[in-house]
């Protein structure tokens, strides 16, 4: 595995490569990032992950200050993942002349969290599309764990990037059922076993809330029942019916945003 810290050196070794999967992460690396390295290095020649927490794409300056930072352990489980190329990049050079605030994504960014977090999903299209015309890759792999941004990226890049492909990957998680995520490293055991819950309440009555035999006002008074402050959204949305073209499979998912203590939780279940 090769650092690259600076984005001159990177260009001398990946310049030639015709079938680079690209991996973006703000770190905290977990079993869901490694499930996508392990796709691009079943699908590319080389993979290459970045590691960078996008300061725009963050809506309060609390919540990036206490994103958890643990280079020192990203490099040695990335080493282990035998990734061919790692890259670190100072804002500088990823933001020059500061963020792209007219940058047009899909009207899809403006429900679910883009009712809460203005901005967010610009943010994001924007820092994945300065990587892309750093690095060219030939694809990019991204979780459904974060739906949302999922969709609103891959209908962006097929838009503007038609030669780049996004790989959508299963949700990882943990044996208790929670989706794997660098924020579950902000919560205490009790705060776990609280989401563990939310996950298989959600799970074992997802048939009764897409066919209305129960209304989501009851799934939302038990899940404050098990000690949840704040419910952002709980919406039961057809996947293939979120961003044009739309198919005629219907597929149902149950997504949610909730808090526990100062940590936002999502999923799609």
């Given at each position: 595995?090769?650092?690259?810290?600076?984005?001159?050196?990177l260009?001398?070794?990946?310049l030639?490569?015709?079938?680079?999967?690209?991996?973006?992460t703000?770190?905290?690396?977990?079993?869901?990032?490694?499930?996508?390295?392990?796709?691009?290095?079943?699908?590319?020649?080389?993979?290459?992950?970045?590691?960078?927490?996008?300061?725009?794409?963050?809506?309060?300056?609390?919540?990036?200050?206490?994103?958890p930072?643990?280079?020192?352990?990203?490099?040695?489980?990335?080493?282990?993942?035998?990734?061919?190329?790692?890259?670190?990049?100072?804002?500088?050079?990823?933001?020059?002349?500061?963020?792209?605030?007219?940058?047009?994504?899909?009207?899809?960014?403006?429900?679910?969290c883009?009712?809460?977090?203005?901005?967010?999903?610009?943010?994001?299209?924007?820092?994945?599309?300065?990587?892309?015309?750093?690095?060219?890759?030939?694809?990019?792999?991204?979780?459904?764990?974060?739906?949302?941004?999922?969709?609103?990226?891959?209908?962006?890049?097929?838009?503007?990037?038609?030669?780049?492909?996004?790989?959508?990957?299963?949700?990882?998680?943990?044996?208790?059922?929670?989706?794997?995520?660098?924020?579950?490293?902000?919560?205490?055991?009790?705060?776990m076993?609280?989401?563990?819950?939310?996950?298989?309440l959600?799970?074992?009555?997802?048939?009764?809330?897409?066919?209305r035999?129960?209304?989501?006002?009851?799934?939302k008074?038990?899940?404050?029942?098990?000690?949840?402050?704040?419910?952002?959204?709980?919406?039961?949305?057809?996947?293939?019916?979120?961003?044009?073209?739309?198919?005629?499979?219907?597929?149902?998912?149950?997504?949610?945003?909730?808090?526990?203590?100062?940590?936002?939780?999502?999923?799609?279940?």
């Amino acid at each position: 595995m090769k650092i690259f810290y600076k984005k001159d050196n990177l260009l001398k070794y990946i310049l030639n490569e015709k079938d680079l999967g690209f991996v973006p992460t703000m770190g905290a690396i977990h079993k869901g990032h490694l499930n996508l390295i392990k796709k691009s290095k079943d699908q590319c020649k080389k993979t290459l992950v970045t590691i960078y927490i996008n300061k725009q794409q963050f809506n309060k300056k609390i919540d990036f200050l206490k994103y958890p930072k643990v280079l020192n352990k990203d490099i040695a489980i990335l080493k282990k993942a035998k990734i061919d190329y790692l890259y670190i990049p100072k804002s500088k050079e990823i933001y020059p002349k500061g963020a792209n605030k007219n940058i047009k994504i899909s009207s899809f960014s403006n429900k679910l969290c883009g009712r809460f977090r203005p901005g967010h999903f610009k943010a994001v299209v924007d820092v994945i599309e300065r990587f892309i015309k750093i690095i060219s890759p030939k694809k990019i792999y991204l979780g459904e764990k974060d739906m949302q941004q999922l969709k609103i990226v891959e209908h962006y890049i097929k838009k503007n990037y038609k030669h780049i492909k996004v790989v959508a990957c299963k949700t990882a998680r943990e044996k208790n059922g929670v989706a794997y995520s660098s924020r579950n490293k902000l919560l205490s055991v009790k705060q776990m076993k609280i989401s563990s819950k939310i996950y298989r309440l959600i799970l074992n009555n997802k048939q009764k809330l897409v066919k209305r035999k129960i209304p989501i006002k009851l799934i939302k008074n038990k899940i404050f029942k098990l000690g949840v402050k704040k419910i952002d959204y709980i919406e039961i949305l057809d996947v293939n019916n979120l961003i044009k073209p739309y198919t005629k499979n219907k597929k149902y998912k149950i997504f949610i945003a909730y808090y526990l203590g100062f940590v936002r939780l999502i999923d799609n279940i």
